[in-house]
């Protein structure tokens, strides 16, 4: 076991981990943070998307002992201080960008990552940077809908519908 | 304009809520207490016959609690099917034992071979490595028509054949059809596949198993559509549990789209497992996992042939399905290609006489079983290929061949058993035609040439037959359940609601949805009315989600309730009023004496009914809750046109999909925003088994496409961005709402629209092809023109 520390959301953690622990097993099972989701073996399909120093990255795909000592962002560190929903957030909720709920974690994250690099991006380029985050249920139509509008674009102008 | 919270508006989700801020309470976020983890041990191959399982050095290992094997659940039923369908002769289906694990032989890869229970899942991962199993590896049968050779291996050898039924219907149409096609002045004839999907919800399976021994009770929390079934199916059929000391909660579940309607083995082993240890056992599927033990869905061979008379008028439609069932009988499987399928043949058109023969047969395999749609996007699929190849062979426009056709009267009779109560699909096809901009076509056709590229439109229209079902009638069918579907609506004393439902949401949104509809027929706020769905202990019995269901059968069942609570409500307001009931009005959450200023306000009667100083008791109980169990008359009817326009590279086949459109008829709608959501996804799905999905096994039935890796799952750039429109309602004429159901529509009516679109392009271009089967990777569409 080894002793790995790092802030989330902004609060310092430690905890013991094997090895092979990996970050989403950490965020999930040692800190039940259950936000960040497991969708997939493969980092493929993107629902346990967390920030790691200000990227998005597969917290399935990184050990825990290799965020020793990082800045990490997670869902639950996404509303505003008063706990009303976040810019991206409230976009997913007003466009309707989500039914089940397991991917979504996942896609407000990649999605806080793109707005992060690319204020203003077309359709286009918000369908390219979703690639690595899969979708069942909204067929992306609101997902893109909501970016572009939590981009504070005119969503009608920049969506070919 | 609907007010916000009530029916037609475009209310904002309330569950969006805890989703959006990572406060879900899905399957695999519950954890009990002293909890253990079960790793499966599946097989590797195919079919194979187990010699022998040495679990000593596994069980030797640390923080293991127990190693399972068959042997331990001898005694224990198989994991049942829920549907005996009959054969063209009388008999019934063959009907193999599916064991909670493998018994003797493995039967498909991924088939549980052994369970290890340990301390943490990675000591359970590590003492599965020490399991010694010897396993003796058969020949495997992956192809049907081999499957159903004389000699051919059987998956079961207790069975007589790998032939599960020979369906035929309707049997006493068969001779007619065959004079009929023999007498046409052409017939159209076509040959395809609908090609094996995994359904793929982004939740993978979870379940963890409980039992409190002061008690004597069970519960199982599992990721289901239909917590009531699994309580029913495993209480009753494997465990032998009775339903008071069984619970099965569902919580948020993400996704379903089918594959978590069924009982499953693993819900039965943590059940059986947390007695037999003393301890909750908690299993969570790996992706990989998901792909070799949740049912596929589709995976059916057909040949179809479509006679007409010299003005394209249907005469007769034919069609001879092989269907695969894999090596064991899922829940519903027996169902999906003959009553979900068969009887969806007529399309929306008057054709007379039609003859569906389906040969279900088992395969190495996993078990294949509904999957969004169901047994309607294979009749679709078919149906509306083999219309669009007759409109080539007869020189008929495709959208003027099937408006010759339509069914313009209803109530419509169709030749194979079910009535359509309304429907209107000039309207739906008209509408398809405004927003594709259909006469802008050509125009476009020559720009994409002018670039070198081949442009092409494809149409379908479909029928779908939702809202299953009515109990009586599926039973004389083989359903060994009802299909009702339950609400209790229970007001509170300060007037608040809670609406227990037996529908399950899973990305739907009904606790907004169906929170409308009881904020609409009360008058108070949507906000103070609960929807509470997925948990056996507090909901009443109740058949669950699936078939675009929820609000035809489970809303019509809450408005019953509601109904019962508003007559009641209208006697107490008359004891207040001091009026006749008769005289009494209900309106926005008042009750008024008719022709008078005298009134009560909605709070004031709930709270005499539970503070019942001032009220009738020696005519009325005091409290206010009120059941209702709704079964459907008929099944109801969604139809619509579909219209996609593609763009193909001569280079390289590749095909682009520039736009789709789809113009549905679902009745009357509760909230257009989750309407057009469901749309969408359902579009998203039926483009993806069009475009590039494909579970795919190789002749010794191992599954070459396991993971996302392999398996194609659309990703946001696959898709364009697409037109819905559902603004052509004719309102279901037997429920209460008039509604008929979305959730499956996307999906049944995109294939063969896409499909269509590909081959307008090549024959556009002088490509002799008529058809290629899905997914339309580049290569496949490369070789069809370069053929």
């Known amino acids: 076991m080894n002793k790995v520390s790092m802030t989330v959301n902004g609060r310092t953690v430690s905890a013991d981990v094997e090895g092979r622990t990996l970050l989403s097993s950490l965020l999930r099972d040692d800190l039940h943070l259950t936000g960040t989701h497991v969708g997939c073996d493969t980092s493929q399909c993107g629902a346990c998307v967390v920030h790691v120093d200000g990227k998005a990255v597969k917290a399935c795909t990184m050990l825990a002992a290799e965020a020793d000592g990082a800045d990490v962002k997670t869902i639950e560190g996404m509303a505003n201080a008063d706990g009303s929903l976040g810019v991206i957030q409230q976009a997913f909720r007003d466009y309707h960008g989500l039914q089940c709920g397991f991917c979504t974690p996942g896609m407000v994250m990649s999605a806080a990552a793109l707005l992060e690099e690319n204020p203003k991006p077309s359709e286009a380029e918000v369908r390219d940077y979703l690639e690595g985050n899969i979708c069942r249920c909204t067929g992306y139509h609101n997902i893109v809908k909501a970016i572009l509008a939590a981009s504070g674009q005119q969503v009608e102008a920049v969506a070919a519908e | ?787």
């Open chain 2, 1 to 787: 304009m609907p007010k916000d919270g009530g029916i037609g508006a475009s209310t904002k989700r309330r569950e969006d809520l805890r989703f959006l801020t990572g406060r879900g309470k899905y399957t695999d976020d519950i954890n009990l207490q002293n909890q253990t983890y079960a790793h499966f041990v599946r097989s590797d191959v195919a079919h194979g016959t187990i010699n022998s399982i040495n679990a000593s050095a596994a069980e030797a290992m640390p923080g293991v609690a127990r190693v399972f094997t068959a042997k331990d659940f001898e005694g224990v039923g198989g994991v049942p099917c829920g549907w005996q369908v009959t054969d063209r002769h009388g008999q019934p289906m063959q009907e193999p034992k599916h064991p909670v694990l493998a018994e003797g032989k493995v039967r498909h890869v991924g088939d549980p071979i052994a369970v290890v229970v340990a301390d943490t899942l990675e000591q359970a991962q590590d003492a599965a490595e020490k399991l010694e199993i010897d396993i003796t590896e058969l020949p495997a049968v992956i192809d049907m028509k081999d499957a159903l050779q004389d000699g051919a291996t059987k998956v079961h050898d207790d069975l007589t054949s790998n032939l599960c039924y020979d369906w035929g219907f309707v049997e006493e149409n068969r001779d007619a059809v065959d004079e009929a096609i023999k007498g046409a002045h052409h017939v159209t004839t076509l040959e395809l596949k609908n090609n094996r999907l995994v359904a793929n919800p982004m939740e993978p399976r979870v379940a963890v198993g409980d039992y409190d021994f002061s008690t004597d009770e069970h519960t199982l929390y599992t990721t289901s559509q239909n917590p009531h079934v699994i309580r029913l199916l495993m209480g009753a059929f494997v465990l032998g549990i009775p339903e008071h000391k069984l619970r099965v909660v569902a919580p948020d579940v993400g996704g379903g789209f089918g594959a978590k309607i069924y009982h499953y083995a693993e819900e039965a082993f943590c059940t059986f497992a947390a007695k037999a240890i003393g301890r909750p056992v908690k299993w969570t599927s790996s992706r990989s996992e998901a792909f070799m033990s949740d049912a596929h869905g589709r995976d059916h061979v057909t040949k179809i042939e479509l006679a007409m008379d010299e003005n394209g008028k249907f005469l007769a439609l034919r069609t001879d399905t092989h269907a695969n069932m894999g090596a064991y009988l899922s829940t519903f499987a027996p169902s999906i290609p003959t009553w979900l399928h068969g009887t969806l043949m007529a399309g929306n058109y008057t054709t007379p006489l039609i003859y569906v023969n389906v040969k279900a047969v088992f395969t190495n395999t996993v078990p294949v079983d509904a999957y969004r749609g169901a047994g309607r996007p294979e009749a679709t699929f078919q149906l509306e290929r083999v219309v669009d190849k007759a409109a080539r062979e007869m020189g008929i426009d495709p959208v003027e061949l099937r408006r010759r056709n339509f069914i313009t009267e209803f109530p419509y009779a169709t030749p194979v058993a079910v009535e359509y109560d309304t429907g209107d699909y000039h309207a739906t096809m008209d509408k398809l035609l405004e927003m594709s901009d259909h006469a802008g076509f050509e125009a476009r056709a020559a720009e994409s040439k002018a670039n070198g590229k081949l442009r092409g439109f494809g149409i379908a229209h479909y029928i779908e037959a939702c809202g299953i079902a009515p109990s009586n009638l599926v039973g004389q069918l083989g359903a060994r359940a009802g299909l009702y579907e339950s609400a209790t609506v229970r007001v509170n004393a300060t007037g608040s609601i809670s609406v227990m439902t037996g529908s399950h949401s899973h990305g739907q949104g009904h606790e907004t949805s169906f929170a409308q509809v009881v904020s609409e027929m009360i008058g108070i706020d949507a906000n103070q009315i609960d929807i509470v769905h997925g948990d056996t202990s507090k909901t009443p019995m109740g058949m669950g989600t699936y078939g675009s269901r929820s609000i035809a059968v489970g809303g019509s069942a809450m408005v019953r309730a509601t109904e019962k609570i508003i007559n009641k409500a209208k006697k107490i307001a008359s004891h207040l009023l001091e009026a006749s009931e008769g005289d009494i009005e209900f309106k926005n959450g008042e009750f008024t004496v008719a022709g008078t200023d005298k009134s009560v306000a909605w709070g004031d009667v709930t709270l005499a009914a539970y503070v019942p100083h001032n009220y009738p008791l020696e005519e009325m109980e005091p409290g206010l809750e009120e059941t209702a169990f709704y079964d459907p008359a008929n099944f109801t009817y969604p139809s619509g046109a579909y219209g996609c326009e593609v763009e193909v590279d001569p280079e390289t086949g590749k095909v682009t999909v520039l736009g789709f459109s789809a113009a549905d008829d679902f009745g009357n709608i509760i909230n257009p925003m989750i309407v057009e959501g469901q749309v969408h996804g359902g579009l998203a799905q039926g483009i993806g088994q069009a475009m590039i999905e494909n579970c795919a096994y190789d002749d010794q039935g191992q599954l070459l496409s396991g993971s996302y890796m392999d398996y194609a799952m659309p990703r946001a750039d696959d898709l364009p961005m697409f037109k819905v429109d559902h603004s052509s309602i004719t309102p279901c004429t037997h429920n209460p709402l008039g509604v008929k159901g979305c959730g499956e529509a996307g999906a049944i009516g995109s294939p063969p629209a896409l499909v269509n679109a590909v081959v307008d392009a090549l024959q556009r271009a002088g490509h002799d092809v008529t058809h290629i089967d899905m997914p339309l990777s580049p290569d496949r569409v490369w070789a069809a023109m370069n053929s």
